[in-house]
């Protein structure tokens, strides 16, 4: 923590409104204003607005964009429409993961890609150094750009109250490029990762204040509360959603990760195809589970899975589920006690029986 | 800012104690330590009848962040445990000097207390 961290563009902004700020991936950032569970049911109720400007953009164009980008990601995006988006991973060639993504396409040459801020500096660098001779260029934007994110059952309609953009075009994972409270340039998107509805907004960096402060001014009336990381964690959990570093890591693969949907092996050749297709056909030796505990104690990251008095597996990731008001988390476990029902987690000394879930909490 | 009762004690580790006139005492986590840790989601506590040393863990409060330790401020034997913050653990957060009280316990040696921090101190420490 001796290094100097990174600030947001709202760094003012967060100490005015009460945050509470924390290292995060390099960046000073909230983890809460008013508290974790808060935020997290007014993202499920109303609506929370998040500042995410720690997360890296970076724009890639020339003539071969779309054929770059098919053969350095798992998903296709040569068949994205200009106007859309798509979650992808970027493999290595052992199907670890290097990130996962979102890629927006503007035109038939030009696409912005949403990076991981923990990897956006390495994502760069991996992406240039796979160019070789195609005509493209990958430019670092994560300086130019902040990011906001709206979500919950309101947000369309507070959003709606600050641009004239007509949001009910949109559809999900869509984006339209205009104003919003008076800033131009701003994308659009019907993304998010909360698993409530709600939009991405990216806008100029200089920017960020005056939008953030519009949006909670024509938002408080109708219950929109500032959200921090703390919530937005809580949050993907619920939802299911991978978070780099846990669920998905250069040791863990989109198919151990149940994001096989996002690798397309029609493709004929992209990074991590041949590792990624042994493990789809053969199965992986470990694959990621959702799970929850009927307890009030949290299993947290690093807590050991047992299927009777074997060692089976880890936790990647664990909090309390604001909506179901119990502990609930993803754990890496070895194939074939993935669907076990007689499985449980030490925490600190005290063995639970954890409960497999196979869908999402919220959906 | 946090508050700092002046009628209590305190450890740096941010538990606080309030001497009872019938000798025993009551424990609990201070203002500052529930602002610190966040919504606070479970808290372990001992069995009646166990003893515990001045500085030993005697139990576990839960965030939705983190798990932290609770220490026992003296050498103490467990008389009674706040049965009421199983269902309510919120409670750490909304009262921690009142309802949220943890255990009340029977000093071995009440000379230990005196060398706990006033309230000055532990503000100092803040």
């Known amino acids: 923590m001796s290094e100097s961290l990174a600030r947001t563009p709202l760094y003012d902004l967060h100490a005015e409104l009460g945050a509470r700020l924390v290292p995060f991936a390099g960046w000073e950032m909230p983890v809460q204003y008013t508290g974790i569970i808060e935020e997290h049911m007014a993202v499920r109720k109303t609506a929370g607005l998040f500042d995410v400007s720690h997360m890296g953009e970076a724009r890639i164009r020339g003539r071969d964009a779309a054929a770059f980008l098919d053969r350095i990601m798992t998903n296709e995006l040569s068949t994205l429409k200009p106007g859309a988006a798509r979650y992808t991973l970027m493999c290595q060639p052992d199907g670890g993961c290097v990130d996962d993504l979102i890629v927006y396409r503007f035109s038939e040459t030009e696409f912005l890609i949403c990076l991981n801020a923990s990897n956006a500096q390495k994502d760069i660098a991996w992406m240039r150094s796979l160019v070789g001779t195609a005509k493209v260029e990958v430019l670092d934007e994560c300086a130019a750009w902040a990011q906001l994110a709206i979500q919950g059952p309101l947000a369309e309609q507070i959003l709606a109250l600050t641009t004239a953009l007509p949001l009910a075009t949109i559809r999900r994972f869509g984006f339209l490029v205009g104003e919003v409270a008076g800033a131009s340039g701003c994308v659009v998107s019907r993304t998010g990762y909360t698993g409530s509805a709600g939009f991405e907004i990216y806008l100029p960096a200089a920017s960020a204040t005056q939008v953030a402060r519009a949006l909670l001014a024509a938002g408080k009336p109708h219950g929109l509360i500032p959200a921090g990381l703390g919530a937005r964690d809580s949050l993907r959990l619920e939802a299911g959603y991978p978070l780099y570093g846990h669920e998905i890591s250069e040791r863990i693969s989109p198919i151990q990760a149940g994001l096989g949907w996002t690798v397309k092996f029609t493709k004929a050749q992209f990074v991590g195809r041949e590792a990624l297709r042994r493990q789809a056909e053969g199965g992986p030796p470990s694959s990621v589970i959702l799970f929850s505990l009927a307890d009030r104690r949290i299993a947290r990251q690093g807590a050991t899975v047992f299927a009777g008095d074997t060692a089976v597996g880890e936790v990647l990731s664990g909090t309390l589920s604001p909506v179901l008001n119990k502990p609930i988390g993803t754990a890496l476990v070895a194939a074939g006690f993935t669907g076990s029902t007689e499985l449980t987690v030490d925490i600190r000394g005290t063995r639970l029986p954890l409960h497999v879930s196979v869908e999402p909490f919220v959906k | ?126």
Not at chain 2, 45 to 60: C, H, I, N, Q, R
Request: hydrophobic letters at 45%; aromatic letters at 8%.
């Open chain 2, 1 to 126: 800012m946090s508050q700092v009762p002046a009628n209590l004690r305190y450890t740096k580790e941010h538990e606080w104690i309030r001497l009872e006139a019938d000798g025993t005492a009551t424990i609990g986590i201070t203002d500052h330590a529930q602002a610190a840790l966040g919504d606070v989601t479970f808290v372990d506590l001992p069995k009646v009848g166990k003893s515990f040393a001045a500085g030993e863990v005697f139990g576990t409060v839960e965030s939705v962040k983190a798990a932290s330790d609770l220490y026992c401020p003296v050498s103490a034997e467990i008389v009674e445990a706040n049965t009421g913050l199983n269902d309510s653990p919120d409670l750490v957060n909304r009262e921690p000097y009142g309802a949220a009280w943890m255990i009340r316990v029977k000093l071995k040696n009440p000379a230990e207390a005196a060398q706990l921090l006033d309230a000055a101190a532990y503000s100092a420490t803040l």
